[in-house]
């Protein structure tokens, strides 16, 4: 065997480079293999381990206009239960609050208070019981009992909620520390809301919690229901079913039904198209490994054939060939048995540092056993099979006294064939990723904020009694000579819609609208395009453009332009107001870059609805080169207001639009990078395939030469024929992709059939091949003629 291993190696001799690439990109192959079987596993149950229903569920939220999760109300999750499908619903109210523990309080404890119905509709695990729950107990979360106990007795604690008592029951299972986004602490029955009622709504507090959207719901299904037509009749409900009167009025979100329990769903789906998109290059990559194996084993039998064939016909047994080979490829076997794990780890640990896997994935993207093993086997297995599919074609041909090394018709064939499916692969994946990189340059270019344009984000530690100047609200306030503007929320969280509006010809019918109190320099400040004549004053408002098309159609004005000076009741929690549109500016990316333009009417902070504007910290802008230095003065000014208020630099506005992109630019990277390495991958493999193209050609190319050929017209002629199978595998390429147009704009939102971007791919990549085909022909054809006629 150890003379096979010595033997085999000799034969790489000239061909190592080629030999090394190929096992690097298939340990990398059977690294992302490991990675992704891995991801699409733990992506394939529809719930968490700590739930133990197995019947079909589904969660009920909202959708805002940023597309992310929200909270819904008790009286919607209710309403889902009215539809035949539906066996019974339950929900968790998640709220933040102080509680006792041992005499001492503990602010920001968050608290999820549950329904009586969540044991049965989840499953929930013990020490969650209905006795419990009628007893009124509470759950610790298993982080919060490490936190706050030192010993492991747990009637050692004392506990109170708004001054009643909580008789203990257990300790939660450690998986139910983080339900979605939120960390929980403790677990109350949901009857304790009503000690935390306000004033106004003490005659019907059931109103007050039914009506208040905090809580998440979870129906149990009599069936697997597709969620599309479950979604479709639970919207067509909720528009028919008036809301109770006197409550909180709907948020106009919109209502969200995901399949199984799903807290994390924007998350989740970047996960699962990130997969599958990984899936789709990984296969591409695996195809440029493979099919480079068997072109490099081609080549290598060419050379080798006159070997095999003389062995067989010196009487050799083709049994005792195949171990030969086999022990051959073993230094392969070992390099991807040992280095593929490894590389597999490191792309683990990698992965754990990106927010979207750390955030989904409690404790990190775990490593699985037994499917690195599957896929170390099935890497080794599909790497022997392509190695000896050449060789096994060798041994099956008669021995020939002619000259060794010369290559067959049906081999010429067979690597012309493997050539145009390695470019159709090459071609389709730079199409996807410029397809890609355009789609996401598209969105960056409607970022139209200024660089230096810093804000100033509030943290709040317990409630403040803040009183703004005139000055700062007026815009005239300073802070190291550079103006500061102010807003009431930040630019790219407004939260809900909590104001309404009405047009006088329409006295009857409100419409929830989303809303930003600003200061009087807020929009010069921002560097915000007025389309009209815009300045802010105590008795208007302005309106984004898309506000005004929709004023315009309801009073039906003829263009967009003369809402200007229109009156609009305006109205929210027990505030009502008469404002003028005093301006209309440009749509802002409020919403984020992938959010269709939303309707936002901008109000002056001096008009702040009086119940809430003295426990509002305001968010300052700036344009400064230095932030930090900025943040420290309004500290400065924040310490005079309150001990509870400091600010911290929330980075350049410019960032904050980008951040509301984080899939699409997670989804760009890793497509971009899987396409890097098989463009690398196929510039090493075309080149040594080239090359030893041109080297099996060298006595004929010789031959012509002595005969008076031109080095130059050889070259062009190997050039035109790489060429014509390029443009064959640019029509494959295109049937390919419009075959699968339809499954990427539903996977990615975009079509691949873009001619500007088709003609940029070809033009690359017949750049490609003429540079590669000339760079490996030069290489022969610089010898002298009797070089090449010595072989």
Known sequence: MLFDLKYGWRKWRGQRGIWAVLIVSLCLFCSLIGFVTNLLWLLSSDRPQWVGQTSPLVTIANQDFNANLQPTSEFDIALLKQLSMVKSVASIAIQTA????????????????????????????????????????????????????????????????????????????????????????????????????????????????????????????????????????????????????????????????????????????????????????????????????????????????????LKLALGGDKKQLIIQLFNENIPAFFALVVVAPLL????????????????????????????????????????????????????????????????????????????????????????????????????YQKISVPTDLYSYEPKVTSPLSLALTTEQIEGQWQVDGKSIALSSAMFTALGDQDLQYKTLNNPGVTKPVN??????????????????????????????????????????????????????????????????????????????????????????????????????????????TTPELTASRINDWASLQSPHLTYVVDGSLEQQIVNTNSAGKLLFITSFAMAVMIGLLVIFTLYYRFHFGVKVQQLKLAILLAVGGQKTSLTLQIIKLNIVLMCIAVLCSAVLLFSLDEYTIGLLGVSMLQPILWCCAVIFCSLLIVTITFLATKRILRHSISRLLQG
């Not at 403790?186 to 935390?196: A, F, G, I, K, Q």
């Not at 009209?532 to 105590?538: D, N």
């Not at 609009?568 to 870059?593: E, R």
């Open 515 to 624: 809303s930003l109190y600003v200061s009087s320099n807020f929009f010069d400040l921002l560097g915000i395009t007025a389309l009209t004549q815009a300045k802010l004053t105590a008795t208007g408002l302005i309106v984004n453009k898309t506000m005004a098309m929709q004023l315009a159609d309801e009073l039906g004005m003829n263009h967009w332009r003369d809402v200007q000076g229109t009156t609009l009741n305006v109205s929210g929690f027990y505030y009502q107001k008469q404002l003028t549109v005093q301006g209309i500016i440009d749509d802002q990316l409020h919403f984020g870059l992938n959010q269709s333009t939303t309707p936002v009417m901008y109000l002056h902070l001096s008009i702040f609805n009086p119940l809430f504007a003295h426990r509002i910290a305001p968010v300052f802008y700036s344009r400064t």
């Open 98 to 309: 102080t509680v006792s523990v041992n005499t001492k309080e503990v602010p920001g404890l968050r608290i999820g208070f549950y329904s009586d119905t969540l044991l049965p509709v989840l499953g929930l695990p013990k020490p969650f019981t209905q006795q419990g729950f009628e007893a009124q107990n509470v759950i610790l979360s298993s982080q919060f009992w490490h936190q706050h106990t030192n010993s492991g007795d747990i009637s050692l604690l004392s506990m109170h909620y708004l001054n009643q008592a909580l008789p203990i029951a257990g300790v939660a299972p450690a998986s139910m520390d983080k339900i979605g986004n939120f960390q929980v602490d403790l677990w109350l029955p949901d009857r304790y809301l009503l000690l935390d009622v306000p004033q106004m709504f003490a005659e019907n507090p059931t109103l007050y919690i039914n009506s208040k959207t905090d809580r998440y719901g979870f129906a149990l299904l009599k069936q697997a229901v597709p969620i599309d037509q479950l979604q479709q009749a639970y919207s067509t409900l909720k528009i028919q079913t008036p809301r109770p009167q006197g409550g909180f009025v709907d948020s106009q979100f919109t209502s969200w039904i995901i399949d199984g329990v799903e807290l994390k769903p924007v998350e989740r789906d970047m996960l699962h198209k990130q997969a599958w998109i990984l899936l789709i290059l990984m296969a591409c990559f695996g195809f440029i490994v493979f099919s480079g194996i068997v072109s490099a084993y081609l080549q290598h039998g060419i050379v080798r054939q006159s070997e095999m064939q």
């Open 344 to 443: 597999g780890y490191g792309i683990g640990q990698y992965v754990n540092q990106i927010p979207v896997y750390r955030s989904y994935f409690e404790g990190g993207l775990s490593f699985n056993l037994g499917l690195w093993a599957a896929a170390v086997a099935i890497s080794v297995t599909l790497y022997w099979l392509c190695s000896q599919i050449p060789m096994l074609g060798i041994m099956t041909t008669q021995f020939s006294r002619g000259r060794h090394g010369q290559i067959s018709k049906t081999q010429k064939r067979m690597g012309q064939l493997t050539l145009i499916a390695q470019l159709t692969v090459i071609i389709s994946v730079i199409i996807l990723c410029l397809v890609l990189s355009v789609s996401e340059w598209t969105k």
